[in-house]
């Protein structure tokens, strides 16, 4: 089947503009995070839904970052007046239920958004 | 060629010479670790992963190793060849929640033909 895509692959934007990030996961994954992964940088985690509980949104950088989550499989992650450092590859990526302890998570491509 | 940690983040390797990359983490009680390798343009792919209670464990041409004394884990990459060339993460589990996966900022391997 297909793997997790993420759109669009890149997204320029003006400071203080809002963006939209798009996440489909693999079809039956339970789980989906949103990472941001700056040049040179690891992955920095944002946010983490699991089923219909309440996502982990300890990661999320400001109250600008918002995403949800419909149906349990599309996923939104919106960034509002966004600023020159939201700069970054946001990555998506999905776990099969009952990988948990595991956390085999797999990858979709990322967007690059940049801000000027 | 060898890589040390994290702080030696590119590594240049002949085609068909081994490679070791190499990572240090920090948590003692980290029971659990992935490799992924990332290509330019895409998203990070599993590579291979190690448990706590393994000091090594091996797959088609990469073998990781792990040494829990001094919290130290490496990538083998046998013969390796120019499609490997990409950033390779390692990362830690360290518990059961959500943000539990730590990665390191990786290592850039170019493979010269």
């Known amino acids: 089947g297909a793997g997790v895509s993420q759109s669009p692959s890149n997204k320029v934007t003006e400071k203080g503009k809002d963006v939209e990030l798009r996440c489909d996961p693999i079809?039956?994954?339970?789980?989906l995070y949103w990472y941001r992964q700056s040049l040179g940088q690891g992955l920095e985690f944002l946010i983490y839904f699991q089923g219909n509980s309440a996502p982990d949104k300890s990661g999320l950088p400001s109250d600008r970052f918002s995403a949800e989550r419909t149906g349990g499989s599309v996923s939104t992650l919106t960034i509002q007046r966004t600023q020159q450092e939201d700069s970054a590859v946001y990555l998506c990526?999905?776990?099969?239920?009952?990988?948990?302890?595991?956390?085999?998570?797999?990858f979709g491509p990322g967007t690059r958004l940049t801000v000027l | 060629g060898e890589s040390v940690g994290l702080h030696l983040p590119t590594l240049s390797v002949q085609e068909g010479d081994n490679s070791i990359i190499n990572c240090a983490y920090s948590n003692s009680a980290s029971d659990y670790f992935i490799w992924y390798k990332q290509e330019s343009g895409k998203g990070p792919q599993f590579i291979i992963d190690?448990?706590?209670?393994?000091d090594k464990r091996q797959g088609q041409r990469v073998t990781v190793l792990l040494n829990k004394t001094v919290k130290h884990l490496s990538l083998q990459i046998a013969a390796t060849q120019p499609g490997d060339s990409a950033v390779y993460f390692c990362a830690e589990n360290r518990g059961t929640g959500a943000n539990n996966l730590f990665f390191g900022t990786g290592t850039r391997l170019t493979v010269i033909p």
């Open positions: 990526a999905s776990r099969p239920k009952g990988r948990e302890w595991y956390n085999e998570q797999f």
């Open positions: 190690i448990r706590s209670n393994m």
């Open positions: 079809s039956g994954h339970t789980a």
